[in-house]
């Protein structure tokens, strides 16, 4: 790939910089199939698992974030979420600080 | 016309595009990789083609419709240009907001890889245009998140304003719910944007556009195109 423009990254050495840990839940919103957890469910059903309701599925992301007041942080968060890590039309999210 | 196809890493159907395009126009389509920042003076189409931009990570197309590219043919767009999406690059122009909805992984959470009929809802439009309204094709598909979904306001508002393009039928034209293989919300398999010159399709027409490839059903889009810039 000699000659590829990929954009440098910027990664931050996390063992000299005071950081704060954000993690971004993302799920389906209510009304959006999803079949993965569907096929959980059936699987679950198929291992003796019963009185398992619905299942979903979801992703979360963990951000180590340079931003160490926690307002300010959660906002960064927030952002990322919207503007990336989510797909608002069709995910919800939620941001927690640790 | 000038066509330029975006390039992003992880595409693999620019080549199949630009044959297709070549073949309806005449004119030899430039290739433009996604980190540059605009489009070449004088565009007339800008065409995100199919493949697997940036491994699908993430969501399918998520990263890709945040290149440096896309502001540029978010620009173009909005302007009025006319913008061609199939398969993945369907998938980044939902992603980057320039067409409603989402596409989900399949209902059957299977990639399918086969051979798809498809009805045009919407002759009047300039990629549709060497169509009869109703008429039903062959095309190819090969996706695994192709399960088109817009809530109900929103598929109501695609309906009503005929920016349905093409939906998957029986080779009979019905919209049954067997045709409809990856589960799409009323058998979507392509839409418009409200001002109908951004196109996003799941199939991939530009793979039936030679007798050698086993058939040119899908030639009319690429015909469609080359008459509405002959004329304008």
């Given at each position: 790939?000699?000659?590829?423009?990929?954009?440098?990254?910027?990664?931050?050495?996390?063992?000299?910089?005071?950081?704060?840990?954000?993690?971004?839940?993302?799920?389906?919103?209510?009304?959006?199939?999803?079949?993965?957890?569907?096929?959980?469910g059936?699987?679950l059903g198929?291992?003796?698992f019963?009185g398992v309701g619905?299942v979903?599925?979801?992703?979360?992301?963990?951000?180590?974030?340079?931003?160490?007041?926690?307002?300010?942080?959660?906002?960064?968060?927030?952002?990322?979420?919207?503007?990336?890590?989510?797909?608002?039309?069709?995910?919800?999210?939620?941001?927690?600080?640790? | 016309?000038?066509?330029?196809?975006?390039?992003?890493?992880?595409?693999?159907?620019?080549?199949?595009?630009?044959?297709?395009?070549?073949?309806?126009?005449?004119?030899?389509?430039?290739?433009?990789?996604?980190?540059?920042?605009?489009?070449?003076?004088?565009?007339?189409?800008?065409?995100?083609?199919?493949?697997?931009?940036?491994?699908?990570?993430?969501?399918?197309?998520?990263?890709?419709?945040?290149?440096?590219?896309?502001?540029?043919?978010?620009?173009?767009?909005?302007?009025?240009?006319?913008?061609?999406?199939?398969?993945?690059?369907?998938?980044?122009?939902?992603?980057?907001?320039?067409?409603?909805?989402?596409?989900?992984?399949?209902?059957?959470?299977?990639?399918?890889?086969?051979?798809?009929?498809?009805?045009?809802?919407?002759?009047?439009?300039?990629?549709?245009?060497?169509?009869?309204?109703?008429?039903?094709?062959?095309?190819?598909?090969?996706?695994?998140?192709?399960?088109?979904?817009?809530?109900?306001?929103?598929?109501?508002?695609?309906?009503?304003?005929?920016?349905?393009?093409?939906?998957?039928?029986?080779?009979?034209?019905?919209?049954?719910?067997?045709?409809?293989?990856?589960?799409?919300?009323?058998?979507?398999?392509?839409?418009?944007?409200?001002?109908?010159?951004?196109?996003?399709?799941?199939?991939?027409?530009?793979?039936?556009?030679?007798?050698?490839?086993?058939?040119?059903?899908?030639?009319?889009?690429?015909?469609?195109?080359?008459?509405?810039?002959?004329?304008?």
């Open positions: 790939m000699a000659g590829a423009p990929f954009p440098e990254q910027k990664t931050m050495p996390s063992a000299e910089l005071k950081t704060l840990k954000a993690r971004v839940t993302v799920m389906p919103k209510a009304g959006v199939l999803d079949p993965e957890g569907k096929a959980i059936h699987a198929t291992l003796g019963n619905e979903r599925t979801g992703k979360i992301i963990e951000l180590e974030l340079t931003e160490t007041d926690p307002a300010a942080a959660r906002a960064q968060a927030e952002e990322m979420a919207r503007k990336l890590l989510a797909n608002t039309v069709i995910e919800s999210f939620r941001v927690e600080l640790a | 016309m000038n066509a330029v196809i975006l390039l992003f890493p992880g595409t693999n159907r620019e080549r199949d595009m630009a044959i297709a395009l070549e073949k309806a126009t005449g004119r030899r389509p430039t290739i433009l990789f996604h980190s540059e920042t605009s489009l070449p003076a004088g565009t007339d189409l800008v065409v995100l083609p199919g493949g697997f931009s940036h491994g699908d990570y993430l969501r399918c197309g998520a990263m890709a419709a945040r290149s440096p590219i896309m502001p540029a043919v978010a620009g173009f767009a909005s302007k009025g240009g006319h913008v061609l999406g199939v398969c993945n690059g369907f998938q980044i122009l939902t992603e980057a907001g320039l067409l409603p909805g989402a596409l989900l992984r399949n209902a059957s959470l299977r990639f399918l890889s086969m051979e798809c009929h498809l009805r045009v809802e919407n002759a009047a439009t300039p990629f549709t245009n060497h169509w009869q309204k109703g008429a039903v094709f062959r095309a190819p598909m090969a996706h695994g998140d192709g399960n088109y979904f817009a809530d109900d306001a929103t598929l109501e508002a695609l309906e009503k304003d005929g920016r349905v393009a093409f939906r998957y039928v029986t080779p009979e034209g019905e919209a049954t719910e067997a045709a409809n293989r990856n589960g799409a919300r009323n058998n979507i398999a392509g839409i418009l944007s409200e001002n109908g010159r951004v196109l996003g399709l799941m199939p991939h027409p530009e793979d039936l556009v030679d007798p050698l490839m086993g058939g040119t059903d899908g030639l009319p889009l690429f015909e469609s195109i080359a008459a509405s810039f002959a004329t304008a």
